[in-house]
Every structure is written in C-alpha cells, then in structure tokens.
C-alpha cells in the first residue's frame, strides 16, 4: 500500500472534547459496580426504541436499549433527564420469566445517550432464551435470542436472514413483517442502517407521514446523528425485528456520508474535520446497536471487524469495507486507470486483510461466509468493447480482490460464501477465478440483498438488469426491496430471495422471486423452480 504518511488527525485530546465520553462510561454501561445507587426514577415509557441482541456465541449474547421516552426530542437526548439512570436486565428461559437465569444492572448515562449494552456469560450453547429491561417501575418489551451452537458441534441447520439499506423516508419496514414471521435464527444487517441526507418534500415518499423541520438538515453533529436513529429506530416493524433474533451488524457509507473512503470525504470536507465527522457517526452508530464493549469506538476509529462461529457450520467474518480501504481510483465510474492496477491497492486494510487471511486457514468450518457490504463480483458497465467499471465497489480494488481469492486457493477453503447488501437490488452471482473465462472454476458464490426501503418501491427491473445480466457470472437481477432468508445445512445452503412489490404505503405481500442451492464441496449456484 502506498504511505501517503500520516493521516491529518486532530489530537486525543480534541477528539475527547469532541465525543465527551469516558471510558468509565462504556464499562458501567456493560455492568454496574456492586456499590452503585440502583434506584431511580425515569419518565414513563422509556423504552421507545425497544429492545435489541447481538454477537451470539455458547455461552451468551449482548445486549441493547436505549432510553427514549421521547425518542424525536429536536436535542438528541430521546426525552431523558441530564443524569446516569440505573437499567435492570433479565434472561430467562421462558417468555414470562418464571426461570430467570441471569441478571444484572448497567447504568444509562447521557454520555452514550443512555444505551447500555449489557454482555451476558454462563448461558447453554444453542438455546433460546428471553430477555428484558427495567429502568424505574417501567418494564422494557421482552426480546427473544439464542446462543451459538458449542464449538467442535455440528448443528443440523441455521435459518438466517441479512438485509440492507432502510432510508425510512422512502417507504415502509414491511419486509421486516415478513422476516419476523420466518422465525430465523440470525439476522445480518449488511450496512445503511440510517442515511444522512436531509428529509423533505423531495424524498419524503412513506406515505401519510410527516416530519417537523429538524429532520431537513444533513446530519452531521452528534445530537443529529441520535435523533437520525431515534426516527429509523422508532418504526415498530425494526423493533419487533430486533426483538425476534439476535443480529450480526456492519456499516457501509451512511452511516457517516456517502461514498466516503477511510479518511477521505466524497464531497471534499478537509480530513481533519471529516474525521470529527466521522468520530459522533461511530459513537452514534455504536449507542444504537447490540455490540460488544470491544467494538466501542475511539474517536473516528471503530474496531468493528470480528469473527462468529455456529459450531462447525459455518464460520462469519464480518468484514469493515469503509474504514480502511484506498481512497476512489481515478472517479467513482471509470474505464481502467493505472491507479485502479496498483497492485498495493486495498479494500480492507493491510491489517484487516492478514486477520482475514489467518482466520480462514484456520477454520473446521463447513461454510465460511463473508458477511460485507459491497458488491464483490466483478461487473463491467460498458456493453460494448470498452470496460467501465464503479470504483465504489471491489472492482474499483481488483488487486485486493484477487489477493483474496488467492487466499481461499492457498488455504483450501471450504465453501466461500459472500453476503452483500449496498445496491438495493437482488443478485445472485458466481465468484470466477479468471472472470473473462466464464468456464473458468468457481471458488464461490456471492448473494446481494436488496434494500428494505431505500430508494422506494422499485420494479422488477430496471434499465441497469442488461448490464447484470450481461456478465456470464451473475444468474439473478431482480430491482424490488425485500431480503434474502437462508437454510444452512452441513450439505447445502438455500437462498429464497423475497421480495415486495410496494413498500411507499404499508400491507404488502411478500413472494420469493428466485431460490438457489449452493452443494457443499460444489461451488457454484443451481437455480430452483
């Protein structure tokens, strides 16, 4: 990679002024002390943004809320008092609680707009269990998770969904309906959870809604960035989501602001004052999610990259697209530039490459799936002689691409599977060792999910499905919102792709407009139907 030397930085100290987070208040918001004050009072019906799990693994998940009476409140806060409130939580094995086998307290502070995210340990591999908050007299919602499978297990199956891209504005969360009745046991969230752009008449398509002034800002301070997710996170299908299964969750652009790339802002805004930017998109993004204490950000930096493990099936490396990768190669739609061969080029980051590399040599894994954000299959947008590609996506990196494929050769890795969100359409390709050779071998497949809302109701297709169709690898291009729900077996994994034909009102029925199998040891997708 090339050394551009260091990065235009402000200092700790000013980011520290910047975020006002201590580390104190991250740990108290995983666990409180034994001496701590666990009476309080709150105002009624705090828990507006519901209830949330994550990260599974044997012996336990976290967990996640965040205390909004109000959770459009113009100033960030969700309707709470300046002062650190005391949240009781409880796992049980049954919904009403008579079996309570773990609890504690965490402690809600304004400094991470009173979310805690509680890590619970000692449960049973591969159960089912509830869970629920209380701040004051109020009692939370009841979520419902399920540990990962023992190590060294092979389970029969694993359900899972994954979706992406849900700009509220444009339409509603019916597809979440759809997926909670699917009952799965993992959702993965692939990236967009919120968008930046300001809401006004011009994109404003949910209908019968309407929206005070405050949301017609681009949001970048830290109290937008709350009251952007205090909107996303208050529509009721999104909660009941959250409450039905633990989730997996990465970022993709919006998260901070369209197209960025590492350090480098797509709309110009000098480094040091992106990375303040970039430092509250963190910070809120991690206050609304159910991560790990070991995935809270520093600054503008976030440690989000982690591996998960269902027994011997299938092996997940959640990968980071954004943070770490060069920045656009010569514009962000381009024929082919010297920059974009730069052998060094990266995607991931060096570093996020060789953790990679190091954990697929080492898997057992019957499946290894890559749960990112941005589309993997090389898609060349010039129909004629010419080739055009988007910069944007791993085509704009192809040296990190092939030093990945290399990997998977190098270590003979069982069964590469990609998830991908991003484009707010439904594809389906083979991942080719030579991609202008269509009867060159397969080494995987990649399975792109379409948007929950993003962009509105969409068609069946559109006027980009002859340039996807045209590549000999991709066997499916479909241009409605909805997700893709999978059954994972130790013989094969299925793809039913589900999509909606509106979204823009509510109540729409959902169909699967293609299904794919994937053999293990037989790379490759087989359409179904």
């Known amino acids: 990679m090339r050394d551009p030397g260091p990065p235009l930085r402000p200092g700790r100290r000013s980011f520290l002024a910047l975020t006002g987070v201590s580390t104190a208040a991250f740990v108290l918001g995983i666990e409180a002390p034994a001496f701590a004050d666990i009476t309080a009072t709150v105002p009624a019906d705090?828990?507006?943004?519901?209830?949330?799990?994550?990260?599974p693994t044997p012996d336990g998940v976290v967990l996640w809320t965040r205390l909004a009476p109000d959770p459009l409140a113009p100033d960030g806060h969700g309707g709470m008092p300046r002062r650190p409130v005391p949240v009781h939580w409880q796992v049980a094995t049954d919904e009403r609680f008579r079996n309570v086998v773990r609890s504690g307290v965490a402690i809600a502070s304004p400094e991470l707009a009173h979310s805690v995210h509680p890590e619970v340990r000692g449960l049973e591999p591969g159960r089912e269990y509830f869970y629920r908050f209380r701040a004051g007299s109020e009692i939370s919602p009841v979520g419902r998770t399920r540990t990962a499978p023992?190590?060294?297990?092979?389970?029969?199956?694993?359900r899972f969904a994954f979706a992406s891209c849900?700009?509220?504005?444009?339409?509603?969360?019916?597809?979440?309906e759809h997926m909670v009745a699917e009952d799965p046991d993992l959702i993965f969230f692939l990236g967009d959870y919120i968008y930046e752009y300001a809401i006004n008449s011009s994109n404003l398509w949910r209908e019968g809604v309407t929206l005070p002034s405050e949301h017609n800002a681009m949001v970048e301070t830290l109290e937008q960035f709350r009251l952007r997710y205090g909107l996303f996170k208050s529509d009721p299908l999104l909660q009941a989501a959250h409450a039905t299964a633990p989730w997996i969750v990465t970022t993709d652009d919006h998260e901070v602001e369209n197209n960025y790339a590492g350090d480098v802002s797509s709309v110009g805004i000098p480094p040091e004052h992106f990375l303040r930017r970039r430092a509250v998109g963190y910070r809120a993004f991690y206050e609304h999610m159910p991560l790990r204490s070991v995935h809270r950000p520093s600054g503008p930096d976030l440690p989000l990259y982690r591996r998960l493990h269902y027994g011997r099936l299938a092996q997940f490396d959640v990968l980071d697209t954004r943070q770490f990768r060069d920045p656009l190669p010569c514009g962000e739609v381009t024929g082919n530039c010297p920059e974009r061969e730069d052998p060094k080029r990266t995607m991931l980051g060096y570093e996020q490459e060789a953790w990679l590399y190091d954990g697929l040599a080492a898997s057992d894994a019957v499946w290894n799936v890559l749960a990112?954000?941005?589309?993997?299959?090389?898609?060349?947008r010039d129909?004629?002689?010419?080739?055009?590609f988007s910069n944007e996506q791993w085509d704009g990196y192809p040296a990190a691409r092939d030093r990945l494929f290399a990997a998977f050769r190098?270590?003979?890795?069982?069964?590469?599977?990609?998830?991908?969100?991003?484009?707010?359409?439904?594809?389906?390709?083979?991942?080719?060792?030579?991609?202008l050779d269509p009867d060159s071998r397969t080494v995987g497949v990649e399975l792109v999910c379409t948007s929950i809302a993003s962009n509105g109701d969409g068609a069946d297709t559109d006027s980009y499905e002859p340039i996807w169709l045209g590549q000999p690898h991709v066997e499916l291009y479909h241009a409605r919102r909805g997700y893709v729900s999978c059954r994972m077996t130790p013989t094969e994994l299925t793809a039913d792709f589900r999509a909606l034909p509106y979204i823009q009102r509510p109540g729409a029925p959902i169909s699967t407009v293609a299904r794919f199998v994937t053999e293990a040891g037989n790379p490759g997708l087989q359409r179904e139907g």
């Not at 023992?150 to 694993?158: C, W």
């Not at 707010?424 to 390709?429: E, G, I, L, P, T």
């Open 383 to 388: 129909l004629g002689p010419g080739e055009t």
């Open 372 to 380: 990112q954000s941005i589309v993997m299959a090389r898609i060349d």
């Open 166 to 176: 849900q700009a509220w504005y444009h339409g509603y969360y019916t597809a979440y």
């Open 46 to 55: 705090p828990f507006g943004l519901g209830v949330a799990s994550g990260d």
């Open 410 to 435: 190098r270590h003979q890795i069982h069964n590469p599977v990609v998830l991908t969100g991003d484009i707010h359409r439904s594809v389906a390709a083979n991942l080719k060792e030579d991609w």
């Open 150 to 158: 023992a190590p060294h297990t092979m389970p029969s199956e694993l």
